[in-house]
């Protein structure tokens, strides 16, 4: 259901275009919509949690998200994440 949902309803455009983020901004945002934590992202972009951090708050403030969870939604919704199939 979730699926059809998606597919058949556009993203909404997001109130700051996406090109206002740098590249790596645009990869942590990815990999925070993907669940994973500060740890997991600094380990896969080989970076310091720290840096992960100044990103995640830049993200965060850029696009005036209010926390991660927002980040994870606005991820969702503009088809940057999407459901890891766990087995």
Do not use: Q, W
């Amino acid at each position: 259901m979730f699926e059809t949902y998606r597919d058949a309803v556009p993203p909404p455009a997001p109130a700051v275009p996406l090109s206002h983020l740098t590249p790596r901004e645009l990869d942590v945002l990815r990999l925070v919509g993907c669940g994973m934590s500060n740890a997991e992202i600094a380990a896969a972009l080989h970076v310091s949690t720290g840096t992960v951090k100044t990103h995640v708050s830049s993200v965060l403030a850029k696009l005036g998200l209010r926390d991660r969870v927002a980040a994870v939604v606005f991820a969702f919704n503009n088809r940057l994440a999407a459901p890891v199939n766990e087995a």
